[in-house]
């Protein structure tokens, strides 16, 4: 079964053709903006990183920013730096020659301030989006899809309609040879058990146990009950009294079938499949991690509802009851809220989702990409002086 | 007739109302091919739970057959399940 994608130089396949603007470091993010806005057709991104992070963190910043400028869905990606800070283009210039993503790079105390930096940029973009300009789609098997999964604004609905309902689009997409992405490792937590009966190997179910340790493990450094952040308060007031509630709702999403491998935040998997990512729930920072992971599409299932989209992957919003579909109706792409209506199943909303997978990485517009959602976070560890 | 609350596993305690119940109303829940019948003690919100039958202080909740954490006080059949009687078991850095 095909999609029809565009081929990458690197041999990837990507659902969309963005031209990137995307700044290494805080005090180039305004530039940056500039540039993007002075060529039309270009997306940008803005965030508070690039300098003063240490150790471990600036590996996490590197790999985040490295990762999402190298997803298939960029045709290219000008990096704008200052040139004095900590995580430089060059930085990041290097992990994606290694990608093989194709790049270019401006500095602004090179260029010699602000307007210099938006003509040189201007230049490079107008390059980087003429080239973007003569790929063109063609099929693509879907087992070259990677498909990110995402539960935000939840209510208890999420764990009976529209997360066992992706689980069974998941399901299918791996029957084909497809990979999905289960990520937000606090909503694992009191489901640890379902997902470590599904582990591939000894080594992936050891993995699964220590990634929620170390996650509830904050919890007790904090010396503070989860509850409150996990559920949220917005999620208790929607029904859901714990976080072992939550989680065991929230893993429906990633399916039924074995889980092939754990990777770290925004790390790419190396095996097709069900695969987990190590993240945060935060859901602009789960996205992040999971396009850094190589997700060509996201789906995104919300029973209080959200227009949470992503610069650069298109968001399939699921609604998990028919009061918010119809209620935020622009923002939702699918009801699976008519499961609990009666007049469809887990199975046939399953199906559903499948289909606009394959239609939307086929270029189908999201509700979120028409309403021009371009949400983006990475998140710090903490480590920053 | 509209279905009123599901009962996601046989195991379960609690079942989710699928839209918004009255206190006093008395409703029928299936598990599997069995139907019990519930007089509610509270009214329950959209997508709350309520008490399949009487439990006991500190006795586990479960959902999707799964322990989602533990009673607080006495439940009774019928009763609102939620914050107020029921706590999670993780994440309890204040038990630290």
Do not use: W
């Amino acid at each position: 079964m095909n999609f029809t994608g565009y081929r990458r130089a690197n041999g990837t396949a990507g659902t969309r053709n963005h031209v990137l603007v995307f700044p290494t470091v805080i005090c180039a993010a305004a530039t940056a903006e500039m540039i993007s806005r002075a060529v039309p057709g270009t997306v940008v991104v803005t965030h508070p990183h690039g300098c003063g992070h240490m150790g471990i963190e600036t590996e996490h910043i590197v790999r985040s920013m490295s990762g999402f400028c190298a997803n298939p869905n960029v045709a290219g990606v000008l990096l704008v730096g200052l040139g004095c800070e900590l995580i430089t283009p060059n930085v990041i210039a290097e992990k994606l020659a290694a990608y093989g993503q194709r790049y270019e790079v401006v500095n602004i105390q090179d260029e010699g301030g602000t307007t210099a930096t938006i003509k040189k940029g201007r230049l490079l973009v107008e390059k980087l989006l003429k080239e973007a300009a003569k790929a063109v789609r063609e099929p693509i098997d879907i087992s070259e899809l990677i498909i990110g999964t995402n539960c935000g604004g939840s209510d208890t609905f999420s764990g009976l309609t529209a997360n066992p309902a992706l689980g069974n689009a998941c399901d299918r997409l791996v029957a084909e040879g497809g990979t999905t992405i289960l990520s937000e490792t606090p909503e694992m937590i009191g489901a640890e058990q379902v997902l470590a009966g599904r582990a591939a190997s000894e080594s992936v179910k050891k993995r699964i146990y220590e990634i929620t340790s170390a996650t509830e493990a904050l919890a007790f450094k904090a010396g503070v009950d989860i509850r409150g952040s996990e559920p949220s308060p917005g999620n208790i007031e929607g029904g859901l009294t714990t976080l072992e509630e939550k989680s065991l709702g929230a893993v429906l999403k990633g399916g039924t079938t074995e889980v092939k491998e754990v990777v770290g935040f925004a790390e790419r998997p190396s095996k097709r499949g069900l695969v987990i990512m190590d993240g945060p729930a935060h859901d602009a920072v789960c996205n992040t991690g999971m396009i850094a992971s190589g997700a060509q599409v996201i789906v995104f299932t919300t029973g209080r509802g959200t227009p949470m989209g992503s610069p650069t992957v298109p968001v399939i919003k699921v609604a998990t009851n028919s009061r918010i579909y119809r209620h935020m109706k622009d923002n939702m792409d699918i009801n699976a809220g008519v499961i609990l209506d009666g007049t469809e199943t887990i199975e046939s909303i399953g199906e559903r989702i499948f289909e606009e997978i394959v239609e939307v990485a086929s270029g189908k517009a999201t509700k979120a990409e028409i309403l021009g959602h371009h949400e983006f976070a990475i998140h710090s560890l903490g480590l920053s002086v | 007739m509209a279905i009123e609350a599901l009962v996601l596993h046989p195991k379960d305690n609690v079942a989710t109302a699928v839209r918004q119940l009255e206190s006093g109303q008395s409703i029928t829940v299936k598990i599997g091919v069995n139907n019990i019948y519930i007089d509610l003690i509270h009214a329950i919100p959209f997508g709350h739970k309520f008490a399949l039958r009487d439990i006991e202080p500190g006795e586990k909740i479960i959902k999707y057959g799964e322990v989602i954490g533990q009673a607080t006080t006495r439940i009774n059949k019928g009763e609102h399940v939620h914050i107020h009687n029921v706590e999670g078991l993780r994440g309890r850095g204040d038990r630290q």
